[in-house]
């Protein structure tokens, strides 16, 4: 039950040298440089090292044994990105989101230290960025999403400049808590973009907990906050949905439907929106900015022979296995799968994943249903959180015997505290598959 579905990102020298400390134990390695090139098989091949590649190389390295798994993935850092909504409002440190690679990477299976840069189903074939060709029994594509800051004029140079932030990326998710530390009052926008994205929660979650700490110093009378975003609503769900709106009119915070973000002039401190029904540009002054970039899929997805039309990874919405070559199965943000890119997401399709995958193996049919649940622990102050959780349908499918469309301290605490550890010891060693044993006990077996 954690927010933003996730994967490692290759930093500056500075995050690197923070989270390179821990041992690698008996972890393999393949840095072949591209004269070198060689060619490897494995039983199972997973792209992608973030939160569903790393699950599923821990579940399936347990059940297949060392020498039968690999993961590729290139990135020296992985990070619980959830956590960067509490960086960006101050409540957690960024140095405490992330580890080395090399300590979360299960030992049974070898790392390829590669970006993936071709895909060839029909032949069973990946190549990789160091010329390395790796042939498979089966894969499981698990790369993420890409973020797209180049998509709107004036990004990113715009970062180098005070009072523009996004929590989105490494690099500037600390920018996001100095902008708010020093906005002494004036306009504060919070922006979400025209395109699906990670944890959508997340864009005005930053907002709420802006909103909060300009109250607790005092400054809050001279903000002016609104949230420009591209949907027709605050939240999918409508349970949700209408609490949220309920929440804004209270505490005074706009919002602005329909308006897409296209252009950032930060010596102006200017932001241009276009209005989606109209068409018509629309610039807002701007003393504090929040950006959600544009997402989409990779490109390396885009143009393979697993994508679908738009470039998400082509797999059936219940088994997770893809629509034309039965041995591919796909999870997480590069999916294409209906449901909220989260982390909590991730957590339940690695549990179907698993089953299916392994009666597959086992020359069997997938037994297992995905039913679209995800979840996005909403936070509404420092100490406050509503826990939003729902199926493919946007209907509820909450865990807790309690109303989680309100405001409750102890699901900031499961937010803050509790989920990081779930994370880092349950799903990431293949141990967590999400809440839907505990809702049903603790709703005594009835419901979904």
Request: proline share 6%.
């Amino acid at each position: 039950m954690a927010c933003s579905a996730l994967r490692t990102v290759v930093l500056s020298t500075r995050p690197l040298l923070q989270f390179r400390a821990g041992t690698v134990g008996a972890l393999h390695f393949s840095t072949t440089s591209p004269a070198e090139a060689e060619k490897k098989h494995y039983k199972l091949c997973i792209v992608g090292g973030g939160s569903a590649g790393i699950a599923n190389g821990s579940k399936f390295g347990r059940k297949l044994g060392a020498g039968n798994v690999c993961i590729v993935e290139p990135s020296e850092v992985h990070y619980y990105q959830p956590m960067w909504t509490l960086v960006g409002g101050g409540v957690k440190n960024f140095t405490q989101s992330g580890k080395a690679t090399a300590d979360v990477m299960p030992q049974t299976v070898d790392w390829i230290k590669a970006r993936a840069e071709e895909f060839s189903p029909d032949d069973n074939l990946v190549r990789c960025s160091d010329g390395t060709q790796i042939t498979y029994d089966y894969l499981i594509v698990a790369m993420g999403l890409q973020l797209s800051f180049e998509k709107i004029k004036g990004l990113p140079e715009a970062f180098q400049y005070d009072g523009v932030g996004s929590n989105f990326s490494p690099k500037y998710v600390e920018k996001t808590f100095r902008a708010i530390q020093n906005f002494k009052g004036g306009n504060a926008i919070f922006t979400f973009p025209n395109t699906p994205i990670k944890c959508a929660g997340a864009p005005q979650k930053i907002m709420y907990l802006a909103e909060d700490y300009w109250a607790r110093n005092k400054i809050r009378d001279k903000a002016n906050i609104s949230y420009n975003t591209a949907l027709p609503v605050v939240f999918g769900v409508k349970k949700y949905a209408e609490v949220l709106a309920a929440l804004c009119q209270k505490r005074n915070l706009k919002i602005n439907y329909r308006h897409n973000l296209v252009e950032v002039v930060p010596d102006k401190k200017e932001a241009v929106f276009e209005h989606l029904d109209t068409g018509e540009k629309v610039t807002f002054p701007y003393d504090m900015i929040h950006i959600t970039p544009p997402m989409g899929p990779l490109e390396v997805l885009k143009k393979s022979p697993l994508a679908d039309a738009v470039g998400w990874v082509d797999v059936d919405k219940q088994t997770l296995q893809h629509v034309r070559y039965p041995n591919v199965f796909s999870t997480g943000d590069c999916s294409s799968l209906p449901t909220s890119k989260t982390a909590a997401a991730v957590a339940a399709q690695c549990g179907i994943l698993y089953n299916n995958l392994s009666a597959i193996m086992d020359s069997q049919k997938p037994p297992k249903k995905y039913d679209g649940y995800t979840s996005c622990p909403l936070v509404t102050s420092k100490g406050k959180c509503i826990l939003a959780e729902f199926d493919y349908d946007l209907q509820p499918l909450e865990t807790f015997p309690v109303d989680q469309g309100k405001e409750r301290r102890t699901m900031w605490h499961l937010k803050a505290n509790v989920m990081p550890e779930i994370y880092w010891t349950g799903l990431l060693k293949g141990r967590w598959a999400g809440p839907g044993f505990y809702r049903k006990a603790m709703r005594l077996g009835m419901g979904k």
